[in-house]
């Protein structure tokens, strides 16, 4: 009876974890999409990524539900215990980047609902979406393996997104001096540049439970420095 409870245990343990990287993969497709709906003016692929976003959110209720029955029913041990607290944050780190694809999806429809100029440096934020794309995908991918050592890659790339973020809004305020007319589509365009900082910081939150998981030490708000002397 005990092997055929653990073994079922084992079985919940899979089922969700696949549940949580079938949601990642929804999501990221969704910023994908987000980030091409801007880049091309795409007012029907804009659509797409809003549409999806129902989908996303019904997706963490259920995987918050199944969480919810194996700790009732399974009394799990503290290793795993920490695992479905971790996949918990991790559901829920993935349904707000949901909500960022959502947002650069709605906020491109806006900008082809007003008209505004397409001179403005759009183009330049596929530099950082390709970094939080990337990002995501490392954390979801350390996530399957459990793997640490792909956890700190995420941790020290994350600064990369925030320097293009900071370098972006500089060229915004230039363009909005030179030219107040685009003030109006620039201040759009930097709420975009926002929503793809956030999806780097909700993969660098993955990573974080990653290490939660594995090594049992809550790293939020830790100097780098310091969670590399942890993980050893």
């Known amino acids: 009876m005990d092997k055929h409870i653990s073994s079922q245990f084992d079985a919940d343990l899979t089922n969700v974890s696949s549940r949580v990287l079938e949601l990642g993969g929804l999501v990221e497709s969704q910023t994908r999409h987000a980030v091409y709906a801007l880049a091309q003016f795409s007012a029907e692929v804009a659509d797409q990524v809003i549409a999806a976003e129902k989908q996303v959110n019904t997706m963490e209720v259920e995987i918050d539900a199944e969480l919810a029955s194996i700790i009732a029913r399974r009394q799990p041990t503290a290793r795993d215990l920490r695992l479905l607290m971790a996949i918990s944050k991790i559901t829920g780190n993935l349904e707000r980047v949901g ?90 365009l930097l709420f975009v540049a926002k929503a793809i900082e956030r999806i780097g910081d909700h993969a660098k939150n993955i990573a974080e439970f990653v290490i939660y998981v594995v090594k049992g030490a809550d790293v939020r708000h830790t100097a780098l420095s310091d969670i590399e002397q942890a993980v050893k």
Do not use: C, H
Not at 105 to 133: C, F, H, T, W, Y
Not at 162 to 175: P, S
């Open 99 to 188: 909500d960022e694809a959502d947002r650069i999806a709605r906020m491109v429809k806006q900008i082809l609902q007003q008209g505004s100029p397409r001179n403005l440096p759009s183009s330049e934020l596929r530099i950082a979406s390709d970094l939080a794309s990337g990002l995501l995908r490392k954390s979801l991918d350390a996530f399957a393996r459990l793997d640490v050592n792909t956890a700190l890659v995420i941790l020290k790339e994350d600064d990369l997104i925030d320097a293009e973020f900071n370098g972006f809004v500089r060229k915004l305020v230039t363009y909005m001096m030179e030219d107040p007319r685009t003030i109006s589509a620039s201040l759009d």
